[in-house]
């Protein structure tokens, strides 16, 4: 007995031993690439596939020989959709691994979780999902939609393609929905809708009994005016609510719902038959028809070895995200934080859906805007896109706190939150509502 | 019907003489079927319209054809239509297409603007079908879409209708032409209001609301007039349509409650990996369903009543391993227990995320249990409809195997007094692994019916584990019934609060009432009496 457990000791400290130093070594001639991304809890179904594409991204770019001369490692941690450990996760990244950049987060709240330990150690990091913007930070890019480049333009589409008078506006009871709703109403207002054909409903993250609501977005929907409704309702709620549309028999014809978080991996656990002529807004969709996409596709089944696996807009904005701080990095001849976030401004690289997309000044994207019905098979079929390019605005031009707001990170001004009436700059990278 | 016949062909040879007369002027419907193969929707659904309003044979098949995404434009601009098997039809002939398939073959492009145009277009065009459902349908795209131009055609529609349903439908199709008509008659007009005034829902509702506001003062009078009574029955089937709502939520807590009554309330084990048996249950379902389709998709309706005892099979067999390796050793250590079992629900439901993957399965919904049905002013799915009357089939029987079987003796016999059971000769150990194993195979049961209505994912079970323990607490612990009747009221309660204070409000108005109502009867609803609870 006493004799296993000595030989099972010695055995774990060499194993110990050579993995220090296999660290160690490694350490010298690779850049490290921080990947925070939930592989457990309610997150992980969503948040597991950007890690995938993040190791495709990083192993497809050490084939073509690295970056800088230099093999890049990925350095995968688990905050297992807990908000406070999200932040010590990205403390770990940042202070014992000494990642270049980390690319990461899903939900706003773990983002705002990790933004003062990316901003105190002077960290780059990479968000890649559409969120409610009225936020700018030195060290975070957002590579994932702003209202703008989202809510907007569907809320135009279906204004004026679907000539649509009355409005409810549905969403999961969180940050990222009821700021947007708050801009979609002062938008709409402003637009001339009138309060009364203007209905905002809020639920429970994960709800799953949408009888009632479905049974009043109904009955909204019958005061003779065409309805539509605009629907933030996040992850796994989305399933239940669209069963019960279906089930209820509300019509894609009658009343339309867009979604802003339902892409191609959440139709994936559903028959889309009942749903067909739903729309969904986003920056891209698995069904675009270009030839980066299609190499893209390719390389993950390959990558996968699934060919059914799909792709969504959060892994196309980590597929940029990932591309400007390649270029930014052979731009600057260095990771060093301040030198790459300077050299990051004004890259361009190119997008999926066929143009390109640079990163400006308030550390925002340019995209283009899509608008796609749901189909049959469950993929998002492309029915309108805005003409040209829609760069993110961060701070909301229709919010009273934030439309004198701008920021640029460009020297001398270098602010996140300058306000163009008393010509002065907030000092936060957050504003206080 | 031979005499139409021999008209059309006459009619069809005299036009065919005169095109071939004039050789220059194509045929106007394949002028107008041009129109599909435009990427722009505007002309799509010109094109639509276009062909309705010509009266050609092919139209229904063509529209139909468009409306289910099989209507292929060639290279060449002719359309096709695509069969299931995969076979291409010209459309305008219904010729089979021989030889190589036509180049730049892709399917026309449809939005939802294009659907209403099919919709409508439709709905003219079925008017005088022989299928009573067709008419049925088109009776109804008229009413949602009244076009005065119709107005003809309906009426010759009602004179030749022998079916009272679809005459009914044609006539308040009618009405509601007639109220959208501005140069029909007063006397039609208030005609009109009491017909739609009949039907008495929502629908009619919005008719009833435009008349009123742009009638002429007798229309918007009796409008008026219709409306308040409409608004009194509306508001009265709004109650009743949350009471239902209550009792559909309800049923779902009831059985994801009553697993855990058994192994909570009548073995006293606080398990805290309920849920995952739950979520056991809608993997099993999964499964079953994908095997079905792959060996026998002709059953595939039916897989969800094979997946019933599959799932108490795989959830019950879990239960009793996990009672054998861990539970058994905890007995009487409430924390250890809740401790350990939280620790299990977490590695059950990652071993499901690696297995299965993070993310959502898809389980389809049988045809059966699809769709919703029209009870007076309630709309009824049917999946809900069928899972309240699966909780109350599954708690019946489980009462009769508590109450009439010598399993459900012992059971009780054991978890009322231990030692004495055990000096009548039972084999308590065993009996404690059934009853654990009846519980989480009760809970797996509870799985498949939720594979309806909710995710099927690693965290199914983890939304219904709180529920499911306030469900027994109120109800009140070693209780069926009290499980019964808590489920019951909870979701009520909740449903009835919902569109008053809206769901996130809602829900917490509940909790802390029964929190004050925990205060007030800490035993709940229905507490079990005797000397046994005492101590």
Known sequence: MGKTKLALLAALSTGLAASLGAASASAEDTIKVGILHSLSGTMAISETTLKDVMLMLIDEQNKKGGLLGKKLEAVVVDPASNWPLFAEKAKQLLEVDKVAATFGCWTSVSRKSVLPVFEHDNGILFYPVQYEGEESSRNVFYTGAAPNQQAIPAVDYLMNEEGVKRWVLEGTDYVYPRTTNKILEAYLKLKGVPPEDIMV?????????????????????????????????????????????????????????????????????????????????????MSVDAPENKAFIDEWHKFTKNDKRTTNDPMEAHYIGFNMWVKAVEKAGTTDPDAVIDAMIGVSVPNLTGGYSA???????????????????????????????????????????????????????????????????GGETVATQ | MSMRRFLLTCALVLFAALVAANPAAADPVDDILTGFASSKYDEIEKAIEGLAASGDASAPAILDALNAGTLQVAGDKKLYIKGDDGSLKAARSGANATGEMPPGLKPVKVNNRV?????????????????????????????????PAQLPAVESAIAKESDPAVKRAFEEARAAVLLAAPDAPEADKIAAVAVIALRGDEDAKSLLDAAAASGTPAVAEAANAALKGIERSLAMWSVAQNVYYGLSLGSVLLLAAIGLAITFGVMGVINMAHGEMVMLGAYTTYVVQQAVMAAAPGLTDLALLIA??????????????????????????????????????????????????????????????????????????????WIILFSIAIFALLTLVLRKTALGLQMRAVTQN??????????????????????????????????????????????????????????????????????????????????????????????????????????????????????
């Open chain 1, 201 to 285: 409903n809020y639920t429970p993250f994960g709800f799953s009994d949408w009888q009632t609501e479905v049974g009043n977005i109904k009955k909204f929907g019958s005061a003779g005016k065409k309805t539509a409704v605009v629907s933030t309702v996040n992850g796994d709620a989305n399933v239940p609510f669209y069963k019960e549309l279906g089930n209820q028999g509300v019509k894609a014809t009658d009343i339309p719902v867009v979604a802003f978080s339902v892409g191609e991996e959440e139709l994936a656990g559903l028959d889309t038959k009942p749903l067909v002529g739903h729309l969904a807004a986003w920056n891209y969709f």
């Open chain 1, 359 to 425: 990163m400006m000044p308030n550390h925002h994207i340019t995209k283009p805007v899509l608008i796609g019905e749901i189909q049959a098979d469950g993929q998002l079929d492309t029915v309108w896109q805005t003409s040209g390019l829609v760069a993110g605005d961060e701070w909301s031009d229709y919010l009273d706190g934030s439309k004198d707001l701008i920021s640029d990170w460009r020297k001398p001004m270098s602010c996140g939150n300058f306000n163009v009436k008393t010509g002065k700059c």
């Open chain 2, 115 to 147: 659907r209403r145009a099919i919709e409508a277009a439709m709905g003219q065009l079925t008017l005088l079908s022989p299928d009573p459902a067709k008419r049925l349908n088109a009776a109804a795209s008229l009413f949602h879409a009244p076009d």
């Open chain 2, 308 to 385: 019933v005892p599959a799932a108490f099979l795989v959830s019950g067999a879990a239960g009793i391993a996990i009672e054998r390796s861990i539970i058994r050793f905890l007995y009487g250590r409430p924390l250890e227990t809740l401790l350990a079992t939280f620790g299990l629900s977490l590695v059950l439901q990652q071993a499901m995320r690696s297995i299965f993957g993070p993310t959502n399965l898809q389980v389809d919904n049988p045809s059966w249990m699809s769709g919703s049905m029209q009870l007076g002013g309630l709309a009824i799915t049917y999946n809900r409809f």
């Open chain 2, 418 to 535: 231990r030692r004495m059971a055990a000096s009548m000769g039972i084999r308590t150990g065993w009996v404690d692994s059934l009853t654990f194993g009846l519980g989480s195979g009760v809970a797996g049961i509870a799985g498949v019916a939720l594979s309806q209505i909710d995710n099927v994912s690693p965290n199914l079970g983890q939304s219904y584990i709180i529920d499911s323990f306030m469900v027994v607490v109120f109800g009140g612990v070693g209780n069926l019934w009290g499980t019964l009747v808590g489920a019951l009221s909870l979701g009520v309660a909740n449903k009835l609060l919902e569109p008053v204070a809206g769901a996130v409000l809602g829900k917490i108005v509940v909790l802390v009432l029964l929190v004050l109502f925990i205060q007030r009867r800490p035993r709940g609803l229905f507490p079990v009496k005797g000397r046994a609870v005492e101590s």
